[in-house]
């Protein structure tokens, strides 16, 4: 029988080498091909959320460093992940445009154009779903949709894996985050997502005037339409476009029907979040989109049927457009005054934050996003 020290040092053994063990098998996965969870081989780095956010999200499987961050910047604005060359993630969600485009709805590779307008990629690391509809559940699965998209980056996603391992570059890059230059399409996806969550807006007069207390952070005008927006018998605007109580994200993260694309009749030529979820009540609704960094981000909607913010507005002073899943939070708000609708408009000004300093292009590819500019405009 042994004595009661042998036992005890005997527990202790036991209960260290159990994480140890489970730390092993990660670390020996990570070198592995055959997939499984493979974590960066650096220090987990902490994204600080500017004011008025909330603390930001982080997938226990993608912990970000300053090299899978660096990465996923580099592969963001690299348009040789798009089939011919031409067409990068930042053609779409360019920084000068808040992350979104220009156009009304997406061009990709060969002027192709897609059905619904680029939403921002800016704060999409809280949306609880990505995509107008919600069909991918992360950054990481959205990521991996464009490049594989027949009209947006055409690739194939052996063909990206294949296009970025034949460059010693990213080889270097790949083996420094991750420690392995077997690169895969859930590395090329993970380090992009952890780039995107670090695109964030916040810090602005609205958030300085109310969750920093500054009083003059908002022009009076501003701060009446901040009443108008968040009460119930007015605009009623925050019961979709939350406004919590430490951070605001102007979302509620959910789908409604405000009857956008809908024709005088009532028929929807989207059926948006239907198409997932199958549920009547989800036909013609789309995901609430944030309210912040309206300023350069035009047009406006699923659809970007709105040239302006005071387009959007219009259409909910007239109670969107009927249909028969019309959302019972929609209705006419044709009883605000006009001033009232202009102190809402500067509200909505007041949403503009800055982006941090180093989410624009790497400096070894600054000349090559190319936008899908169009002539003539
Ligand atoms: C050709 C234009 C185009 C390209 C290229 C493109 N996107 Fe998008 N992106 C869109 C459109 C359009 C949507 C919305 C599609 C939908 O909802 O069906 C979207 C949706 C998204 C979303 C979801 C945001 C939200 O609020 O739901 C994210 C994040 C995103 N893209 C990131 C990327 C990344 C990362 C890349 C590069 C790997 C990329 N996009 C390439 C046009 C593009
Ligand atoms: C019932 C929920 C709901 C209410 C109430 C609501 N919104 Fe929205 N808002 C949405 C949804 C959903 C979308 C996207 C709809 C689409 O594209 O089909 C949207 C889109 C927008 C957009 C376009 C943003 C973009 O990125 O394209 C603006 C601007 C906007 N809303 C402002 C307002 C204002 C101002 C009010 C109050 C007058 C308001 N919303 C009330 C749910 C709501």
Redesign the pocket.
């Known amino acids: 029988m042994k004595n009661r020290g042998e036992l005890y040092l005997f527990g202790l053994l036991l209960v260290l080498s159990v994480p140890i063990a489970a730390n092993f098998r990660l670390r020996a996965s990570a070198q592995s091909s055959v997939g499984g969870p493979v974590l960066p081989v650096g220090k987990t780095i902490q994204i600080k959320a500017p004011l008025g956010l909330p603390p930001v999200p982080i997938p226990a499987d993608n912990p970000p460093t300053e090299d899978t961050i660096a990465l996923g910047r580099r592969l963001y604005y690299d348009s040789q992940l798009s089939v011919d060359g031409t067409i990068s993630c930042a053609s779409c969600h360019a920084p000068q445009f808040a992350f979104?485009d220009e156009h009304q709805v997406s061009i990709g590779v060969g002027k192709k154009t897609g059905t619904r307008?680029s939403?921002?990629v800016i704060n999409s690391a809280y949306n609880a779903l990505q995509f107008?509809d919600g069909r991918a559940p992360s950054l990481e699965e959205q990521a991996k949709g464009p490049m594989a998209n027949p009209v947006e980056m055409a690739h194939s996603l052996d063909g990206v894996v294949k296009r970025v391992q034949a460059d010693p570059k990213y080889l270097a890059l790949f083996k420094k985050a991750w420690g392995t230059d077997q690169i895969n399409i859930d590395l090329v996806a993970k380090s992009i997502a952890s780039f995107e969550r670090t695109v964030l807006a916040g810090d602005s007069p609205f958030d300085r005037f109310y969750y920093g207390h500054d009083k003059k952070a908002l022009s009076p005008a501003a701060q009446r339409g901040l009443k108008i927006?968040t009460n119930p018998k007015k605009?009623?605007?925050?019961?979709?476009?939350t406004i919590g109580k430490t951070s605001a994200l102007f979302?509620?993260n959910?789908?409604?029907?405000?009857?956008?694309?809908a024709d005088t009749r009532g028929n929807l030529n989207d059926v948006?979040r239907f198409s997932q979820t199958k549920r009547d009540e989800d036909m013609?609704?789309?995901?609430?989109?944030?309210?912040r960094n309206?300023a350069h981000?035009a047009?406006?909607?699923?659809?970007?049927s709105?040239p302006t913010?005071k387009d959007?507005?219009a259409h909910?002073?007239g109670g969107g457009n009927m249909n028969d899943h019309l959302?019972?939070?929609?209705h006419a708000?044709d009883f605000l005054t006009f001033d009232e609708r202009d102190d809402?408009l500067q509200f909505?000004d007041s949403l503009n934050g800055k982006l941090p300093d180093n989410v624009g292009p790497p400096p070894d590819l600054a000349a090559a996003p190319k936008t899908t500019k169009t002539s003539g405009k």
């Open positions: 979104s307008h939403p921002t107008w927006f605009a009623n605007c925050e019961v979709c476009h979302t509620d959910k789908f409604h029907n405000l009857g956008i694309g948006g013609g609704a789309f995901k609430t989109p944030t309210l309206l981000r047009p406006f909607m699923h659809d970007g709105f913010v959007a507005l909910y002073i959302d019972k939070q929609i708000l809402l909505l």
